[in-house]
């Protein structure tokens, strides 16, 4: 049978709350990051362990009465409202109820009991399982459950949107004691201030690792104290607080110890449930979570053998069909100037979204192309490296999606070089809004996989929605991010950080902005572009001027376009 893979969800979707951009709205404009967060992990874990078999614990009582009778500060300083007695900030709790819906048809249980924590449910099915269980948490002392007598793993993230698998085996390595019961008494001793549980003063992990070394448990440690023994770590002060505060560490070991013995009312080896497409479809309806939803669907559809295909009401899709490659001949075809200003032209919105900020290094992940909201062509890539996680956190895009669904990226940057030329050879004008950013990106990608193709010669007449609004309204305080951008100029943009999205949203801006500035929507095609050549320049020396004025002397802003 596959592995047992149990999250400890709540402490997973309080890390994607509070990492992933709240920008993220769904259509009732509340915040789904925690959601994404949530369904990218669990899918990430499917493909890791090949498994369908997972369980979303939760914690039914985060405060439960039998720990709050032994310590009343457990988590005490956490409580946001007395009346209700919560932890859960409102942006965060109007999400659980759609990450539960999407779970549950998925066909992942969610586990939850009475008076208990997720912990204890961990606990208690880990303790239960007859198959190795990987444990998905950020929290640390849920590794007081590895022990020889079971297979057992907890999985903890890492930078670049890593999880490191930790089993008993590594706990001397990684924290100088043998195994989960002694790694609870070095984190009695060690204490946990956003818990509530004090350890002992002055003594650290390192400190605690090297008494429980050289006694072997903490009754040993508390016996040698009170016989006075001045070797192995316990000085004679450090001795002096050990006692002082012998209760409080035994009640502290005993508020850390998970219950084994909670009736979850699952069958362990019954799982997954039932995966219920068009209920997952419905769930994800309206809730801005079609990319993590499709990315959940993808995993668990291919551990469990069945063909998955993307939900039919998207409005975007992946190319992964070959098309014919930019040539020379395409290379080489003047740009059409027109006679007509550039606001009359044919306008599309572009945009990528990729795995950082540095256009050299960049690789493309999604890529869009939008005339409207209904005529869209997007594009998914497999980059050839590890998506970090901080640009994941960002676009939702995780390297095993991309892996698993994404085109080369030779293929992708190929069939991008291809639309650019066509689009150079219509007449047409091509809008993004820091453009420079996603040009140079291009250049680099097409230096890298496709160098018999000129890309500065198939570039069409470009509109940078950034440059120009700073030129329009050059003293508006504030940030010009598009999110910001788009405020301003009341566009809707509901899932920024969306290459299609955020291409609509520059396509929306570009038409305010010529609606603003008859001057400038009057322009021909070769007007707006060395316009815009010349506002760069003096927007670059202007912020580089105030960079050194504020102390930074050797600040140096490149003021090249439509690339860097």
């Not at 590794?143 to 670049?160: F, I, M, N, T, Y």
């Not at 003594?203 to 008494?211: M, N, Q, S, Y």
């Not at 506002?535 to 490149?558: F, P, T, Y």
Request: aromatic share 4%.
């Amino acid at each position: 049978m596959k592995p047992l893979v149990l999250l400890d969800t709540p402490a997973l979707y309080y890390r994607a709350f509070y990492s992933v951009p709240d920008s993220i709205v769904n259509a009732d404009g509340h915040p789904v990051n925690a959601v994404r967060g949530v369904l990218d992990t669990v899918a990430q874990m499917v493909r890791r362990f090949d498994t369908d078999r997972v369980i979303a614990t939760m914690d039914a009582d985060w405060r439960p009465a039998f720990r709050t009778a032994i310590m009343p500060e457990y988590k005490a300083a956490r409580v946001k409202d007395e009346e209700a007695g919560t932890e859960i900030p409102p942006e965060l709790a109007v999400q659980l109820p759609i990450m539960n819906r999407v779970l549950t048809a998925a066909g992942i249980p969610i586990a939850e009991v009475a008076g208990t924590e997720a912990d204890d449910v961990i606990a208690t099915m880990a303790a239960q399982s007859t198959t190795p269980v990987a444990i998905v948490s950020p929290d640390r002392d849920l590794l007081a459950l590895l022990d020889s007598s079971a297979e057992v793993s907890v999985l903890r993230p890492r930078k670049g949107g890593e999880w490191e698998a930790l089993t008993q085996s590594d706990l001397p390595t990684a924290y100088g004691v043998p195994d989960g019961t002694r790694y609870r008494e070095l984190a009695a001793l060690r204490g946990d201030p956003s818990d509530g549980l004090p350890g002992a003063p002055g003594i650290g992990e390192k400190t605690a690792a090297t008494l429980l070394e050289n006694f072997g448990s903490l009754d040993s440690i508390v016996k040698a104290a009170k016989a006075g023994v001045k070797t192995g770590g316990l000085s004679p002060k450090r001795a002096a607080t050990i006692i002082e505060v012998e209760e409080t560490l035994y009640k502290t070991l005993e508020v850390m110890r998970c219950l084994t013995d909670v009736d979850h009312g699952i069958d362990l080896d019954s799982i997954p449930n039932t995966f219920d497409r068009t209920a997952v479809d419905d769930a994800a309806e309206g809730q801005n979570i079609r990319r993590s939803v499709d990315n959940l669907t993808s995993a668990l559809e291919s551990v469990s053998g069945t063909a998955g295909t993307p939900a039919a009401h998207t409005h975007t899709q992946i190319r992964t069909t070959t098309a014919q490659k930019a040539d020379n001949s395409a290379a080489s075809t003047p740009r059409p100037a027109g006679n007509g200003s550039w606001a009359q032209s044919r306008l599309v919105g572009f945009d990528l979204e990729t795995t950082g900020v540095e256009p050299a290094m960049a690789r493309i992940v999604t890529a869009a192309f939008v005339d409207s909201a209904t005529e869209v062509r997007t594009w998914l890539a497999d980059p050839g490296i590890e998506i970090p996680e901080s640009a994941r956190a960002v676009h939702g895009i995780t390297t095993e999606f991309a892996q698993a669904n994404g085109a080369t990226a030779a293929q992708v940057v190929t069939e991008l070089c291809a639309e650019f030329a066509a689009l150079r050879e219509e007449g047409a004008v091509v809008v993004g809004h820091n453009v420079v950013y996603d040009l140079s990106v291009m250049s680099a990608e097409v230096a890298r996989h496709c160098p018999d193709i000129d890309f500065p010669s198939i570039i069409p007449t470009i509109v940078d929605t950034f440059v120009v609004d700073k030129h329009i309204d050059p003293y508006r305080k504030g940030k010009r991010t598009l999110i910001e951008t788009a405020k301003t100029y009341r566009i809707e943009l509901l899932d920024a950080h969306d290459a299609a999205a955020d291409a609509l949203a520059a396509l929306d801006i570009s038409r305010a902005l010529a609606e603003k500035s008859t001057e400038i929507s009057g322009l021909s095609n070769d007007e707006i572009m060395a316009a815009q050549a010349d506002w760069k320049r003096s927007q670059a020396a202007g912020l580089q001027a105030w960079l050194r004025k504020k102390g930074n002397a050797e600040a140096v802003v490149d003021g090249s376009w439509p690339m860097s």
